[in-house]
């Protein structure tokens, strides 16, 4: 048969003592680098891709994954940090050089994930309880009126739907007796959608949340559109306000926070001070 196609010859390539064939490689190096809602799948050479069992929140460690991938036996690729994956995406893939890999390479890899932890986590999004509390100066169903839609379907595509709504009044105390009641609700994630842009933590939003026994985590963000982001928390709750960014269904900062915070995860400032490199969204 390969005479009648014109091939004479048949190149055979067999494993050396200390290599390790790719497929194997890669399913081992693709069991260490992830955890969570995750299933790996061998695909064809020499690479093994990881899938969401369960719609979740990618988190990726993206220092170790950089060392990781200044190896020359390994290349990973993850989805993006944040990202919400529905069940059964791929957020994930290795792919090892053909053939076959050095055992003692495979081995450092596989020592600085266990010893650094996994590059990769799908954190899952179960029953997530969304609570909005909607305001302004002078009617806070006109706020709701305004933004209540594009709310519905920015939740929607995360699997979520607000449980708790009020709509007060921006007035410190309207809007304190409302983040109250929402908060003893317990829900996953408080946001506040109000028609007025702050000028800082020390305007009606940011004292209402101060009164509640909110800590303020961040202000600003290096995103675009929604710098004037104000991230607290109440104990393990978090309370986001985004002015303006409620009222676009585009992408914004709230698409960038929604995932972790409905997988309960605990954003930090930190973590969102390092969202500006592919901050510039619009």
Same mark, same amino acid.
């Given at each position: ?9 048949? $190149? ?125 100066? @002078? ?21 979520? @739907? ?107 400032? $930190? ?12």
């Amino acid at each position: 048969m390969l005479e009648t196609e014109g091939m004479n010859e048949v $190149w055979v390539t067999g494993l050396e003592d200390g290599e390790v064939g790719e497929d194997d490689a890669v399913m081992q190096v693709a069991s260490e680098i992830g955890c969570g809602t995750l299933e790996i799948r061998l695909a064809a050479g020499g690479r093994a891709n990881l899938f969401t069992t369960e719609p979740s929140c990618v988190l990726v460690d993206d220092e170790l994954l950089k060392q990781i991938n200044c190896t020359a036996s390994m290349a990973i690729a993850t989805a993006t940090n944040f990202s919400y994956a529905r069940t059964g995406n791929r957020v994930a893939t290795v792919k090892s050089a053909p053939f076959a890999v050095a055992k003692a390479e495979l081995e450092a890899v596989i020592s600085i994930v266990q010893e650094r932890g996994p590059i990769l986590q799908a954190r899952p999004i179960r029953t997530p309880t969304v609570a909005v509390l909607y305001t302004d100066p @002078a009617n806070g169903e006109r706020a709701r009126r305004l933004f209540e839609n594009v709310m519905r379907q920015r939740l929607d595509r995360l699997g979520a @739907a607000a449980s708790f709504v009020l709509s007060p009044v921006e007035e410190e105390g309207a809007v304190l007796s409302a983040l109250q009641h929402l908060l003893r609700a317990k829900p996953t994630v408080v946001l506040i959608a109000s028609t007025t842009a702050p000028a800082g933590p020390e305007d009606v939003i940011g004292r209402a949340m101060v009164r509640a026994g909110c800590q303020v985590e961040r202000f600003l963000a290096p995103v675009e559109p929604g710098n004037l982001l104000l991230l607290s928390y109440k104990d393990d709750i978090p309370v986001v306000s985004a002015p303006g960014c409620s009222r676009s269904a585009k992408p914004n900062i709230l698409d960038e926070l929604l995932p972790p915070m409905l997988a309960r995860y605990r954003v930090s400032g $930190w973590e969102v001070a390092c969202l500006g490199h592919g901050g510039l969204l619009a």
